[in-house]
């Protein structure tokens, strides 16, 4: 057993937390968050030329073949930095759901072409009756001559705006809540029966609604077995679980180190405030928060690669459960602890509660996942 | 001991909710209910016709224009003002420096300002917070020098809500800056429109602008503004402090909520039946429904004391702590009952009206802009840390 990171992921580490450093002051976050398109392409192409874009795809695409340490180690570092670029919708989920799914053309079309930063993809699952669940797909897909016809509303899709593709799900056969009977289909963004409403998120990112109109697709925009993706849903999805608890430590971590910096300096009643016994145990039961999520993110991330789907599963469920509730809790205390300032937009707390605050809610929130690690441990 | 309403209250609460069915302009009522900010323009027009109604200040004495409800009445308006979403009058004027002016204030102040609160012609904001004293408000730094007939005010303070919005401010001000911290404190009435008073709009996390800085630079203030006596604003400053506590609890404003979390989590969905139908989510709400009732009887007992000439020390401060706690609560049930749709969120200032049209159900728009606000709940008006300390000195005598 061994939590240590080797050298390259130490190398790793070292240059995400160099990229934020050199680009992620509060400021310059604040900045990006409000301009209107809410990230750089610019950061887009260093990370590629830096070839984090490739980390978890195979060596046979141009990729580098990294795993889910991989992955949370670049989360972890730019979750500290409140990271804006669409990287865990392309990478880890539109990435991952090609290379699990997609045909050898489909991997060659697409996978280099975003590991050079060349295409965004966006993971449009979520519709408004379907809350947390994966399996609750009312989008109908029906064959139309070599194709299909697509059908139904998608919520929330992070990124959506930006991505060049949008990998939706859709059932091609069952009743709502199947698991059976769901495909997932390529479709280029701008395509003719698919309209799009743009808006910001709460933590800073950019969304979108899609609404499918009779939107007609080729044979070839079926990605994987028709109804048969759902397997392939979860199993990705799991994996953005990871990235998500590693990118909220990271998050804790930083919101917690400011946190306490601003209570050794800030003084009232001619003291520094972190002197009050009450907010130096605040401040311990945030610190141990944070640590038990990075304990969690990094049995996670170590754990994504079993085989034994139950263990693997109990296992996300638990990270994502401790995670959301350590979310929570070091969010909101941050900001009590800042008093008045931590309720203004121009500091740069507020940022990190918000972003725990979606994180917390983003593939199931707190009690879905109480939920489901009660249900896999029965 | 009894809790059942006569005849006469019930025949008095017939009459609250019909005025309000009658009276209380949509838009108001909209905004009061997603839990939006009141635009001035809006807040302004129904307390005009508050006024016009002679309900303008409930706890105010009669004799200054109050209503002279009893405490069952004045409970049963709460309640029905919260079940509406009816927005009470800013608190600036009404709940804060009224009470100051006719309980402290000489006949000459009570004749200039009372009416005017009630009529809505002053909107006050609160010169309390300074950016070097907030908990330890009684560390202010501004001063006030008396030059022949005035005072000539420097300095600064902070989170002062809406002022933008207004007509005057009530200050806390450094008059001696030799004697002991809170017996060195005077309390003045500013007029916004003095020369040399800047106001700079502060961005909140809910990227809305009710806070500012309220800057002055040689302000002259007459000294007939100032409350009392010189240097014994302190006490004018606690009387005052009180009567915020109470206010803060907001009983009613939360059981509306309560209702309103029940009506979001019925029409969302949650593994393909009601989200009011999961085990979980009701244990949730219920626990904060019983804390709830219990805040309600404790603020009626603690009414029902002060309607018996008892004396309170710091339990108010209860009242604000589990209060704002519930708030808080109810807020985040709110938004997790949203499930995805919780995320979206665009201020209006930006995007004037764009928000207006969630991308979600309509019932979408608000709780996050309300989520985000409260979090402010525990730190203003005395942070809940603050609170405590006073509760463990005062009552405990810990
Ligand atoms: C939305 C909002 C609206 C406001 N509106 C107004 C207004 O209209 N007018 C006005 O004058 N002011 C207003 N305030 C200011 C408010 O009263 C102060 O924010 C509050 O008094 C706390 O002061 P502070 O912000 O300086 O925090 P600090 O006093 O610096 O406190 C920071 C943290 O330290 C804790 N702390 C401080 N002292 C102690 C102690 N002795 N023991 C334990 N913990 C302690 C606090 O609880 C808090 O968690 C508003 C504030 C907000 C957020």
Known sequence: ??????????????????????????EARAKLADSEAGFSEDHWKMMAELGWLGMPFAEEVGGFGGGAVETAIMMECMGRGLVLEPFLATVILGGGL????????????????????????????????????????ETTAS????????????????????ADKIIVSARTSGNAMDEDGISLFLVDNGASGLTRRDYRTVDGQRAADFTLENLKVGADALLGVEGKAYPVIEKVVERAIGALCAEAV?????????????????????????????????????????????????????KLSLEDEKERKRAVAAAKAQVGKAAKFVGQQSIQLHGGMGMTDEYSIGHYFKRLTTIEMLFGNTDYHFKKFAELSA | MDLSFSKEDLAFRDEVREFL????????????????????????????????????????????????????????????FGQASAPIATPFGVSMVGPVIYTFGNQEQKDQYLPRILASEDWWCQGYSEPGSGSDLASLQTKAVRDGDDYIVNGQKIWTSYAHYADMIFCLVRTDPKAKQQEGISFLLIDMKTPGITVKPIYGIDKENSLNEVFFEDVRVPVKNRIGEENKGWTYAKFLLGNERTGIARVARSKRQVVRVREIAAAEMSGGRPLIEDPDFIAKLTRIEVDLMALEYTELRMLSMLANGKKLSAEPSLLKIRGTEIQQRLTELMVESLGMYGAPYEPERDYAGRNDIHPGPDYAHGPMAEHLYLRAATIYGGSNEIQRNIVSKMVLGL
């Not at chain 1, 993809?121 to 669940?133: C, V």
């Not at chain 1, 971590?253 to 009643?269: L, P, S």
């Not at chain 2, 909209?30 to 200040?57: F, S, V």
């Open chain 2, 21 to 80: 069915q009658n009276s209380l302009p949509p838009d108001v009522k909209d905004r009061c209910d997603r839990g939006l900010h009141p635009t001035r323009e809006g807040q302004i027009r129904w307390q005009k016709i508050l006024h016009e109604k002679g309900w303008m200040a409930p706890n105010w004495p009669k004799e200054y224009g109050g209503t002279g409800w009893s405490i069952t009445q004045k409970y049963i308006a709460a309640h029905e």
């Open chain 1, 98 to 137: 090609v290379t699990e799914a997609g045909s050898a053309d489909q991997i060659e079309a697409i996978i280099p072409a975003v590991i050079e930063g060349n295409m965004k993809l966006a993971f449009a699952y979520a519709e408004p009756k379907s809350r947390f669940d994966l399996n609750n797909v």
């Open chain 1, 250 to 302: 990271g998050a804790m971590q930083q919101a917690n180190e400011i946190t306490n910096e601003y209570i050794k300096e800030r003084k009232q009643f001619g003291v520094p405030i972190g002197k009050f016994q009450v907010l130096q145990h605040r401040m311990v039961d945030m610190y141990m928060e944070a640590e038990q999520s990075k304990s969690m993110s990094d049995m996670v991330a170590m």
């Open chain 1, 1 to 26: 057993m061994d939590f240590e990171l080797s050298d390259e992921q130490g190398m790793l580490k070292d240059s995400v937390e160099r990229f934020v450093k050199d680009n992620y002051s509060s």
């Open chain 1, 143 to 162: 064959k139309s001559g070599d194709g299909y016809v697509l059908n139904g509303h998608k919520s929330v899709v992070y990124h959506g705006t930006a």
